[in-house]
């Protein structure tokens, strides 16, 4: 899990890569899509609808399984979304002879409590990425929309990376309530050293992550870029780190770090602006305090409102191979 663009479909490919998980590279937004636009899935009325949905999803068809059986125990044993989850990937895990799974969704920094409460032997790997470069690859894509008003050049790089920033705290704030569950991984340390950074992970999963089996094996993103720069070039696609201090100019960056300043430091990314440069504005100040507050309040409308029934469940039919249309935020 992490904030859209810090390398999650990256970490995930990894991990299946290594040889030690069920392969699976679908779509399970259980908590995100399904449950917010059906209700409860301890109904059993709501649980058949949120079975018929995702029936129809490439998520689906991606695992391989009879859809019979599948939804047989869906309906008599799952009571929340974890138990979704669950027997899901139990099922796609036995079917390939695995021992272990794992799933792949960046937005589960906003359901990790959810999660656990639900998978109590649950692991959480949340990797973080800095925020700048963040800012950069959102703002290319489009994959974050600021408020109407925020649209211009400079505010809505600013935007984006407070929404880095409210990602971030989010994944945090959940893994710090289960702690010898959760780590945490630096985008950067696993592009510039990937060796110690698997083998560290490795250790906390007790799982062996051996980095020229992972290599060669090639999944997904290890063979197949889906950098927001990849039409620019092979050269462009292999400079994934610190992008931003050739493609930000000097007022952007200061922008960005006087408004995320404190969030890039607590995740270890030193500012390169000075204190002068870094005075913030009363614009920036006001969107510091108004988009974690507007962040907050959407997500929890969506989940504790009839407002969530009008989730889009077109995102059911994205490619789990996450293009850069795939990876919009989903709010």
Request: with cysteine.
């Given at each position: 899990m992490g904030c859209h663009r810090s390398g999650t479909n990256l970490l995930?490919?990894?991990?299946?890569?290594?040889?030690?998980?069920?392969?699976?590279?679908?779509?399970?937004?259980?908590?995100?899509?399904?449950?917010?636009?059906?209700?409860?899935?301890?109904?059993?009325?709501?649980?058949?609808?949120?079975?018929?949905?995702?029936?129809?999803?490439?998520?689906?068809?991606?695992?391989?399984?009879?859809?019979?059986?599948?939804?047989?125990?869906?309906?008599?044993?799952?009571?929340?979304g974890g138990d979704?989850?669950?027997?899901?990937?139990?099922?796609?895990?036995?079917?390939?002879?695995?021992?272990?799974?794992?799933?792949?969704?960046?937005?589960?920094?906003?359901?990790?409590?959810?999660?656990?409460?639900?998978?109590?032997?649950?692991?959480?790997?949340?990797?973080?990425?800095?925020?700048?470069?963040?800012?950069?690859?959102?703002?290319?894509?489009?994959?974050?929309?600021?408020?109407?008003?925020?649209?211009?050049?400079?505010?809505?790089?600013?935007?984006?990376?407070?929404?880095?920033?409210?990602?971030?705290?989010?994944?945090?704030?959940?893994?710090?309530?289960?702690?010898?569950?959760?780590?945490?991984?630096?985008?950067?340390?696993?592009?510039?050293?990937?060796?110690?950074t698997l083998a560290s992970l490795g250790s906390f999963l007790s799982q062996d992550?051996?980095?020229?089996?992972?290599q060669r094996a090639g999944l997904g993103r290890l063979s197949e870029t889906n950098s927001s720069f990849r039409e620019e070039g092979k050269s462009e696609q292999l400079k994934p780190v610190g992008r931003w201090k050739e493609r930000l100019t000097p007022e952007e960056i200061a922008a960005i770090e006087a408004t995320v300043g404190q969030s890039l430091e607590e995740n270890g990314y030193p500012l390169s602006s000075s204190a002068g440069e870094r005075r913030r504005s009363l614009r920036y100040s006001s969107m510091q305090g108004l988009y974690p507050a507007f962040l907050n309040s959407k997500l929890w409308l969506k989940l504790h409102t009839p407002i969530g029934r009008f989730s889009n469940l077109s995102a059911l039919e994205l490619e789990d191979e996450v293009s850069p249309v795939a990876q919009s935020v989903q709010l």
């Amino acid at each position: 899990m992490g904030c859209h663009r810090s390398g999650t479909n990256l970490l995930y490919d990894m991990l299946l890569s290594s040889g030690g998980f069920a392969i699976y590279r679908g779509y399970l937004p259980i908590y995100k899509i399904l449950i917010p636009r059906f209700g409860s899935i301890e109904n059993r009325a709501n649980r058949k609808r949120i079975l018929e949905t995702w029936l129809r999803s490439k998520g689906f068809r991606r695992t391989g399984l009879d859809a019979d059986v599948l939804s047989a125990r869906i309906l008599d044993e799952c009571r929340s979304g974890g138990d979704f989850i669950r027997v899901v990937m139990d099922s796609v895990a036995s079917s390939q002879q695995m021992q272990r799974w794992a799933v792949y969704d960046p937005d589960n920094v906003q359901h990790a409590e959810r999660v656990k409460r639900d998978i109590p032997n649950a692991l959480f790997v949340h990797i973080i990425r800095d925020g700048r470069d963040i800012a950069l690859s959102l703002k290319k894509m489009g994959g974050f929309a600021p408020l109407p008003w925020d649209r211009g050049q400079t505010d809505s790089l600013v935007a984006t990376s407070l929404y880095w920033a409210w990602m971030v705290r989010k994944g945090r704030e959940h893994g710090g309530k289960f702690r010898g569950d959760y780590i945490e991984i630096r985008y950067e340390d696993l592009i510039t050293n990937p060796e110690a950074t698997l083998a560290s992970l490795g250790s906390f999963l007790s799982q062996d992550l051996d980095y020229g089996r992972i290599q060669r094996a090639g999944l997904g993103r290890l063979s197949e870029t889906n950098s927001s720069f990849r039409e620019e070039g092979k050269s462009e696609q292999l400079k994934p780190v610190g992008r931003w201090k050739e493609r930000l100019t000097p007022e952007e960056i200061a922008a960005i770090e006087a408004t995320v300043g404190q969030s890039l430091e607590e995740n270890g990314y030193p500012l390169s602006s000075s204190a002068g440069e870094r005075r913030r504005s009363l614009r920036y100040s006001s969107m510091q305090g108004l988009y974690p507050a507007f962040l907050n309040s959407k997500l929890w409308l969506k989940l504790h409102t009839p407002i969530g029934r009008f989730s889009n469940l077109s995102a059911l039919e994205l490619e789990d191979e996450v293009s850069p249309v795939a990876q919009s935020v989903q709010l």
